[in-house]
């Protein structure tokens, strides 16, 4: 199951639900991947993983599709343990920025795709954090995937940009990847007691859309998570917002 968290809103929480997301997967005796495609590699250093080889990142996987190598490495050499049981991650690293015209010139689209299915047998879960852009790279995520998940801020522009997100996601399934499907939509930093956020979400829920009832609540337990660089399942098992993310994985997991 390879799952890919975008939305083309920034700071909606993408990678934030990714690792931890990924980390609940880990923790419940799977064994999980995270791929990390944003230049600004917030997943790979909320996983202490920038101290990893840049030898061993999403950049050097990429590259060596466009330049000769004697010998090509497969991608399972690229999947390097977290600290965490069952958790492996490919790094992010800023210099796929740089190669993403070549990439797109030379049709490579569908290399990560390729690569992914290569391990489909080493990996129970696969979940792969994209750039708040519909670029090259979150491309080639969306027709590598199984399922999209969508993270949300509760406002009318995420409302708004939703719908085009919806259509362009149809676009790639019927043109690229025709089991690619929206999973569930994800409510998060959720303020309960405000009216905006109530009325945002049942308006989706009201026009059929796969809302995730379980909305993960706004806290400042997450931005401690980040600063300690421990995924809320290790951090605060008991937390509401721990709680809550474990709820949502559940959910999905049905």
């Known amino acids: 199951m390879i799952r890919v968290l975008f939305n083309k809103k920034g700071g909606v929480g993408k990678s934030s639900l990714t690792v931890n997301l990924a980390a609940i997967s880990a923790a419940q005796g799977l064994r999980t991947l995270v791929l990390d495609l944003d230049t600004q590699c917030n997943t790979t250093s909320y996983l202490s993983a920038l ?12 590259e060596q599709t ?11 050499e690229y999947c390097q343990p977290t600290q965490y049981d069952n958790l492996f991650i490919i790094r992010g690293s800023e210099r796929i920025k740089e190669m993403e015209s070549e990439l797109d010139s030379r049709h490579k689209i569908y290399k990560l795709r390729d690569a992914l299915k290569s391990i489909e047998q080493d990996f129970d879960r696969i979940y792969i954090d994209t750039p708040p852009a519909l670029n090259f790279y979150t491309l080639s995520a969306l027709i590598a995937a199984d399922t999209c998940l969508i993270p949300i801020d509760c406002d009318d522009f995420a409302r708004q940009g939703l719908y085009s997100l919806q259509q362009q996601i149809q676009e790639i399934s019927e043109d690229h990847n025709q089991a690619l499907t929206i999973e569930g939509i994800i409510a998060n930093q959720y303020m309960a007691n405000a009216n905006l956020p109530k009325q945002i979400i049942q308006e989706l829920v009201d026009e059929g859309l796969p809302v ?3 909305y993960i609540p706004q806290s400042v337990k997450m931005r401690e998570s ?5 995924p809320l399942i290790h951090m605060a098992a008991k937390h509401k917002l721990t709680q809550a993310l474990l709820a949502c994985y559940q959910q999905l997991e049905r």
């Open 51 to 62: 101290t990893l080889s840049e030898e061993d990142s999403i950049a050097a996987l990429f």
């Open 226 to 230: 980040h600063q300690l660089k421990a």
């Open 66 to 76: 466009i330049t000769f190598h004697l010998r090509k490495r497969p991608i399972i």
């Open 212 to 214: 995730v009832t379980e």
